[in-house]
């Protein structure tokens, strides 16, 4: 297999981690300057983002059905390829929980946790761009422990944001939105280390 059929691959893994970072970076100005007039709007917006993630799959697996010599095992590739497009979908998700549940303010903590879920939609990229010559990459594996770190800090938000919620909020129909919300916020950053500790098996395997 030449060069640049080797590199289609992993192009489409940044350019897919690339939709994240896009899609996080919406739902992050979403929340720190929210309008709840807007949100119809900003859904189609993302929704967008997340179709256009989902073409670059779909190129991935189309490209492995034909392939008769890939550079990593098929199952890595596609793996890979389903992993980085769950963060983005579940990036949407988060916006669509803001939506069903008519929010009509943001709470702080939750603005606080989309930051930490930026930052690792941001790192998730950096990595993949390391993982295109992961044999040689200096600093792949620091961005894999980078991730780790960025999804235990949103745990610890998670926890934080979950118990102000129930202390503080007398509305329980308020409690029961937010904490769906809560938890798709957290689920992102999951998503993001499921996509590093995916790296590192292939990694592992292929040294």
């Given at each position: 297999m030449s060069k640049k059929q080797d590199m289609f691959y992993f192009e489409k893994f940044i350019e897919s981690a690339e939709a994240s970072c896009e899609a996080a970076q919406l739902l992050k100005k979403v929340l720190e300057n929210y309008n709840a007039e807007e949100i119809q709007m900003r859904l189609d917006e993302i929704h967008e983002i997340e179709h256009k993630a989902d073409n670059k799959r779909h190129q991935v697996m189309d490209s492995l059905a034909r392939?008769?010599?890939?550079?990593?095992?098929?199952?890595?590739i596609a793996s890979l390829g389903d992993n980085i497009d769950e963060v983005t979908d579940k990036l949407e998700d988060v916006l669509i929980r803001v939506y069903i549940n008519n929010v009509e303010e943001i709470?702080?903590?939750?603005?606080?946790?989309?930051?930490?879920?930026?930052q690792c939609c941001e790192e998730m990229k950096n990595m993949m761009k390391d993982f295109?010559?992961?044999?040689?990459?200096?600093?792949?594996k620091e961005r894999i422990i980078r991730i780790n770190e960025l999804e235990e800090k949103a745990d610890q938000l998670f926890v934080t944001g979950m118990?102000?919620?129930?202390?503080t909020e007398?509305?329980?129909?308020?409690?029961?939105?937010?904490?769906?919300?809560?938890?798709?916020?957290?689920?992102?950053?999951?998503?993001?280390?499921?996509?590093?500790?995916?790296?590192?098996?292939?990694?592992?395997?292929?040294?």
């Open positions: 392939a008769f010599i890939v550079p990593i095992e098929r199952e890595d709470r702080k903590d939750a603005v606080d946790l989309m930051g930490v879920v930026s295109a010559d992961f044999r040689r990459s200096k600093t792949l118990r102000d919620l129930h202390v007398k509305d329980a129909i308020k409690i029961i939105a937010w904490r769906e919300i809560y938890s798709y916020m957290e689920k992102c950053a999951d998503a993001c280390e499921h996509v590093a500790d995916t790296v590192q098996n292939v990694v592992m395997k292929n040294s």
